[in-house]
């Protein structure tokens, strides 16, 4: 799922936005959702700190209490692989933004060809992300397009005859069985039982008498098998 994170004072802007978005993704049918702001705010840092998928910020170099420069030097500290998009009035501080190397993807001046120049951009920011390892695919009509750097772990449930994909945010019931999802994953996950596949970059710890696994984000599996080899990990 793509995350759209905008921030402008100005309603025109939010709702110009707001509209090259939704027309955009109908054409790409992919699922997605937006974040608004007025400014660099509160919320707007909540954004910034939480664990989402394909964060695309849409940024405003002036706003009411913050400067979106600043901003991104804070974004860029926490998080290398989102995509940043300048969409400004001051055309005369890229210079500045192009100093301060926060491995931007655009610089748009909203006074010239601003719509196109944002599709232009989002179209760049698509190919970027389709260079992440994800796993795709389609289950009862849904579209999913999960990064495999943000799944714990999977699992499946002989209740509801289903598997449960666990990430960071979220957890994602899905059709597919464990076999099926186990040839789109790569070679870093690995069984650690008969029903759960584990992301061994994310492990952060194995207890073999209580038989879990603990991952970097304190979230625990305690789907192990006796006979699972802590030197997969």
Known sequence: ??????????????????KIIIAYMMKNKL?????????YDYEFMKIVEKKLPFKIYILDIEAPTKSGIDIA????????DSVLIFLTGHQELGQVVMKNNFRFLSYINKFDDCE?????????????????????????????????????????????????????????????????????LTDDFVKTHRACLINRK????FSKSQ???????????????????????
């Open 31 to 39: 699922e997605y959702q937006t974040h608004f702001f007025t400014d």
């Open 211 to 233: 038989k879990y696994v603990i991952f970097d984000n304190g979230k625990k599996s305690y789907l192990v098998s006796s006979r699972f080899d802590r030197g997969e990990l």
């Open 116 to 184: 196109n120049r944002l599709i232009e951009a989002l179209d760049d920011a698509l190919k970027t992300f389709k260079i992440k390892k994800v796993i795709r695919f389609k289950d009862n009509g849904v579209s999913y397009t999960i990064p495999q750097d943000d799944i714990l772990y999977v699992t499946r449930d002989s209740v509801e005859r289903k598997c449960i994909i666990v990430t960071d945010y979220n957890e994602f019931h899905v059709g597919k069985n464990l076999a099926e999802l186990e040839e789109m």
């Open 73 to 80: 030097r804070i974004i860029r500290n926490k998080d290398v």
């Open 202 to 205: 994310r492990a952060h710890g």
């Open 1 to 18: 799922m793509l995350n759209f994170i905008i921030c402008d004072d100005v309603k025109q802007y939010r709702e110009m936005v707001k």
